[in-house]
């Protein structure tokens, strides 16, 4: 069981997290919010690459700042910005990266093998990775972090640069790998963590927002999510008095999306809020320079 006990952590006079307070046992652990929210910060708190201003986290009890070795041997983790060498094959930087680990060689060479068909790189095994895709990039580094088979993975945005297709294949693979270990995975993209992450974690505002099963989550927004068709001249008029969501055409009208605190008007019909709902609601502020709306 990893703890985390009212952790704050400054940069200079910056406080980038404030006052965090987390449980993680077995399971996968979807850390979502919009860039620049601290989900670098906390993953790189919870690999001690860096450490609390205050607070202090727990792993069985102990202090993962003291436990130093013996916490990196049960730790694997994928950073945001992965360096990899680009005329090394997948089994020559495995090698590379486990001997670093100190993990024997006969492990280690078993241990590849089982990864790397695991991650479905088995084929390309041996060739150069300089020509492979982003996808087949982000999976020498999850197999990179498995090789000490850690009881923690840690991956930050590792989802980045994939495709639809490589992001099915991405989930499945971590579905299979949380089945018995802390699997902890940010990102900004809601479709990411929906169908995986057992439990959502929402920074804002240094803070946790919420951490709970996302069914509990999106309870929160029920009753004020509705969806009705109109015009293209009603558009603005609506959005005077309510939240976008989303829209769309259809038929020449518009498919509006939206929330709205208060009686409702005949022609919307309520709907059952969603993880995007909650998170475009949610950061409405932070993304409203980015276009997002
Ligand atoms: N080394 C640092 N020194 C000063 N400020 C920092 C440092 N690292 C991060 N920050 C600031 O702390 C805040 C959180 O950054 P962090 O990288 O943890 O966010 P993030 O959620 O991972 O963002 P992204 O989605 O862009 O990766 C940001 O305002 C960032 O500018
Ligand atoms: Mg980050």
Redesign the pocket.
């Known amino acids: 069981m990893l703890v985390v006990n009212h952790v704050s952590k400054n ?2 006079n ?1 406080e ?1 997290l404030k006052d965090i307070d987390l449980e993680f046992s077995s399971g996968i652990y979807g850390l979502l ?9 906390l993953i790189k708190l919870l690999a001690t690459l860096i450490f609390p201003s205050k607070g202090e986290i727990l792993y069985n009890g102990t202090n993962i700042s003291t436990l130093g070795e013996s916490y990196r041997e049960i730790l694997g983790y994928l950073p ?1 910005e992965f360096g990899y060498y680009k005329n090394f094959s997948p089994k020559q930087f495995l090698s590379y990266i486990g001997a670093l680990k100190g993990i024997d060689p006969e492990t280690l060479e078993q241990r590849i093998d089982r990864l790397l068909k695991l991650v479905a790189l088995d084929d390309v095994a041996t060739k150069k990775m300089k020509k492979f895709s982003g996808g087949m990039i982000q999976r020498v580094g999850i197999a990179q972090a498995m090789l000490n088979d850690p009881k923690i993975l840690i991956l930050d ?1 590792p989802t980045a640069g994939l495709d639809p297709k490589e992001r099915v294949r991405f989930r499945n693979l971590l579905s299979e790998l949380g089945r018995d270990r802390i699997v902890i995975l ?1 990102t ?1 993209i809601v479709s990411d963590v929906e169908s995986i992450a057992n439990e959502v974690i929402m920074l804002k505002d240094q803070k946790i927002l919420y951490k709970d099963r996302i069914l509990h989550i999106c309870k929160m927004m029920e009753g004020v999510v509705y969806e009705t068709v109109i015009s293209y001249e009603q558009v603005a008029t609506l959005k005077q008095r309510v939240f976008p969501l989303s829209e769309r055409q259809e038929d020449g009208l518009l498919k509006v999306r939206f929330v709205a605190k208060g009686a409702p008007e005949p022609a919307w019909t309520a709907v059952k809020p969603n993880l995007e709902d909650v998170f475009l609601y949610v950061y409405r502020d932070e993304m409203r320079g980015e276009g997002a709306l």
């Open positions: 940069y200079g910056f980038a919010a919009p860039n620049g929210a601290g989900k670098t910060t945001q945005e940010s900004h």
